[in-house]
């Protein structure tokens, strides 16, 4: 069953990025896919008014959510939205998420991730300073899901770093896992490919890793790299800059192999003691 993972250069148009984001998710059906991830922060990049954008859409008068849900049935694809500000529901006023959804063939909202690590970073980049925490609220939930190409966790962008997280996410049963992400040029170039494989081969899931990958208002400059990664830590498809649609086949035969000749969950252990620390 066909993956697909997409790389975008976003800007601050919303309705021009959702244009773009049609044509790469239409190119991805084509091909057979029956799953797409979009990264993070596809429909706006270098906005200051998130927290506008995310009440319009909470209140249903946003372009985003109805754009999902119609590419979603009209592709019959299987959509993960990278991600997309939106407060939490029923609380059109509260501080926004950095939410990433999944979206099924028929249009319908199958699950919510709202992001957990928020990147309150210094960066010795022409930005130099990135602070999440002032548009976003913390998340406070694991997320997995089922789809038609395997059981499905949710992650985005910084929390690559956490590897705590992807134990949970294989502990409840994910087979792949998404992280759309907006890597800095400077991080991603030390850390990207080390931290997608790692994950990969700790969690022995694919990691379908979307990306923005060029210049964007900020100023800001992405890594790019979008890839998808097997659960042996190879990667199966990758791009370095610029759009573009990457694709793979999930092997679940080969998947259950790995797993089986290294059967790391069962050997996984739980430290009851504690950290002896010694002066």
Same mark, same amino acid.
């Given at each position: 069953?066909?993956?697909?993972?997409?790389?975008?250069?976003?800007?601050?148009?919303?309705?021009?990025?959702?244009?773009?984001?049609?044509?790469?998710?239409?190119?991805?059906?084509?091909?057979?896919?029956?799953?797409?991830?979009?990264?993070?922060?596809?429909?706006?990049?270098?906005?200051?008014?998130?927290?506008?954008?995310?009440?319009?859409?909470?209140?249903?008068?946003?372009?985003?959510?109805?754009?999902?849900?119609?590419?979603?049935?009209?592709?019959?694809?299987?959509?993960?939205?990278?991600?997309?500000?939106?407060?939490?529901?029923?609380?059109?006023?509260?501080?926004?998420?950095?939410?990433?959804?999944?979206? /099924?063939?028929? %249009?319908?909202?199958?699950?919510?991730? $709202?992001?957990? #690590?928020?990147?309150? !970073?210094? +960066? &010795? /980049?022409?930005? %130099?300073?990135?602070?999440?925490?002032? $548009?976003?609220? #913390?998340?406070?939930? !694991?997320? +997995? &899901? /089922?789809?038609?190409?395997?059981?499905?966790?949710?992650?985005?962008?910084?929390?690559?770093?956490?590897?705590?997280?992807?134990?949970?996410?294989?502990?409840?049963?994910?087979?792949?896992?998404?992280?759309?992400?907006?890597?800095?040029?400077?991080?991603?170039?030390?850390?990207?490919?080390?931290?997608?494989?790692?994950?990969?081969?700790?969690?022995?899931?694919?990691?379908?890793?979307?990306?923005?990958?060029?210049?964007?208002?900020?100023?800001?400059?992405?890594?790019?790299?979008?890839?998808?990664?097997?659960?042996?830590?190879?990667?199966?498809?990758?791009?370095?800059?610029?759009?573009?649609?990457?694709?793979?086949?999930?092997?679940?035969?080969?998947?259950?192999?790995?797993?089986?000749?290294?059967?790391?969950?069962?050997?996984?252990?739980?430290?009851?003691?504690?950290?002896?620390?010694?002066?």
């Amino acid at each position: 069953m066909s993956l697909a993972v997409i790389q975008m250069v976003s800007q601050s148009d919303v309705l021009a990025n959702l244009n773009q984001a049609r044509s790469l998710l239409e190119q991805a059906a084509v091909a057979g896919a029956k799953l797409a991830v979009l990264p993070e922060n596809f429909a706006a990049m270098g906005r200051r008014d998130m927290a506008a954008i995310g009440r319009a859409e909470a209140l249903g008068e946003g372009p985003i959510l109805p754009w999902l849900k119609q590419t979603a049935r009209d592709l019959r694809l299987w959509i993960v939205a990278g991600t997309l500000p939106l407060p939490p529901e029923d609380q059109p006023e509260a501080k926004a998420n950095a939410c990433s959804l999944l979206v /099924d063939d028929q %249009g319908q909202i199958v699950a919510r991730y $709202d992001k957990l #690590h928020l990147f309150d !970073v210094d +960066v &010795a /980049d022409n930005r %130099g300073r990135y602070r999440e925490s002032d $548009d976003y609220a #913390h998340g406070d939930r !694991v997320v +997995v &899901a /089922d789809t038609p190409v395997g059981r499905l966790g949710l992650t985005v962008c910084y929390d690559l770093r956490f590897p705590e997280l992807y134990s949970e996410l294989r502990a409840a049963g994910a087979e792949l896992i998404t992280a759309p992400s907006a890597f800095t040029a400077v991080t991603g170039a030390a850390h990207w490919e080390v931290l997608i494989r790692a994950r990969a081969i700790e969690t022995q899931c694919y990691l379908l890793a979307a990306a923005q990958g060029g210049v964007h208002p900020g100023p800001r400059e992405t890594y790019g790299h979008a890839a998808i990664v097997d659960p042996w830590g190879r990667v199966l498809a990758e791009q370095d800059q610029g759009e573009g649609v990457l694709l793979a086949e999930r092997d679940s035969s080969e998947q259950a192999s790995i797993r089986a000749r290294m059967p790391v969950v069962s050997h996984r252990r739980i430290f009851s003691q504690g950290v002896q620390r010694l002066a």
